[in-house]
């Protein structure tokens, strides 16, 4: 049974910084490689947003309303990966979720990309609030 779970959620100032971090687990004690990990936010009235993703080689990919001001990271010796937002507006106020998959490949390519469509494990999500 793989779980996820997210840390590190909170308020913070416009213009402040907050790190996430998700912590993958198999609860058998076994090591369970992710290939894809991504990190997802809903915000209040809106839909699924893919934030931010990276492959087991380091590859990053980040959506528009977040590069530039986000950083996502892994330490695979912890089995954690990490998303370091700086410069946080108002707008970024959301409920963030990590996902993994091991797969390396998603619609017959070998890609990791944040769609939400390509990942199978999924944490209970950690609310960040950002004030003006």
């Not at 913070?12 to 991504?38: E, P």
């Amino acid at each position: 049974q793989v779980q996820l779970v997210e840390s590190g959620g909170g308020s913070a100032q416009s213009g402040g910084s907050r790190r996430l971090s998700c912590a993958v687990s198999t609860g058998s004690g076994h090591s369970y490689t992710m290939y894809c990990m991504g990190w997802f936010r809903r915000a209040p009235g809106k839909g699924r947003e893919g934030v931010a993703s990276i492959d087991s080689d380091g590859k990053t990919t980040y959506g528009d309303s977040v590069k530039g001001r986000f950083t996502v990271s892994q330490d695979s010796a912890k089995s954690t990966f990490y998303l370091e937002m700086n410069n946080l507006k108002p707008e970024d106020t959301a409920m963030y979720f990590c996902a993994a998959d091991p797969a390396p490949y998603y619609g017959g390519t070998k890609n990791c990309s944040p769609d939400s469509k390509r990942f199978s494990y999924w944490g209970q999500g950690t609310q960040v609030t950002v004030s003006s």
